[in-house]
């Protein structure tokens, strides 16, 4: 009976031992598999990271990207019209004070008026000529010697010069028109010869700098 005991004892003490061991090595096993999945989760989350970021850095580049053009295409066309501007300011200070020249008017007004009489066929007409008052009260002398009493001299065409004109320059009529010689006018006819030459060199000025910074 004592022998039967101790060997149930003994088999007890080797089952309980065994049973510990099988729970312990389970208890290894799920500890080690979930410590690989925390980090097969890590290294998915750390690639979603790097995903996330290279894509936001894509982002920023191609706002920054587009930020700078946009800048740089409104600093060439402020650029531009600041040109244009201090173009047309010099033209108009230019012809300004030349068209004040009473002699300079007086060239012009002769050469139109002769131009004029070549080509009209009756020979008897008149051209109306408005300038501002003050350049009139300087330019009726020379008018009066030059037109009227030498009418018989040139054909009978005779000019008619008024003061209504608010700023330099003059305009004349004839039958077919009026012909504005102002600042304005003047202005306008040569900013458009030299505007287009002006955002050709400034065009070209931008390339050759873009160019070498992108070589540098």
């Known amino acids: 009976m004592a022998q039967t005991l101790e060997s149930f004892v003994n088999r007890l003490r080797a089952d309980g031992v065994e049973a510990g061991r099988v729970a312990a090595e389970q208890l290894r096993r799920e500890a080690q598999e979930r410590a690989e999945q925390v980090v097969r989760e890590a290294e998915a989350q750390a690639q979603q990271l790097l995903a996330e970021a290279a894509a936001e850095r894509e982002r920023t580049l191609l706002r920054t990207r587009t930020d700078l053009q946009l800048a740089a295409r409104d600093t060439v066309a402020r650029l531009r019209e600041a040109l244009s501007q201090a173009v047309t300011q010099v033209l108009t200070q230019a012809v300004e004070k030349t068209l004040d020249k009473p002699k300079f008017l007086e060239d012009l007004i002769r050469d139109i008026t002769t131009r004029y009489a070549e080509a009209d066929a009756t020979g008897n007409a008149t051209l109306t000529i408005n300038v501002a008052e003050p350049m009139r009260q300087q330019l009726t002398n020379w008018v009066i ?10 054909d009978g065409f005779s000019v008619d010069l008024h003061g209504t004109l608010s700023g330099a ?10 012909v504005e010689i102002t600042p304005a006018s003047v202005v306008q006819v040569l900013s458009a010869i030299v505007n287009p030459e002006l955002r050709r060199l400034l065009s070209e000025a931008i390339k050759d700098t873009t160019g070498a910074a992108g070589d540098a």
């Open 169 to 178: 320059g003059f305009e004349y009529h004839v039958a077919d028109g009026t």
């Open 145 to 154: 010697a030059t037109f009227h009493q030498g009418a018989k001299q040139k």
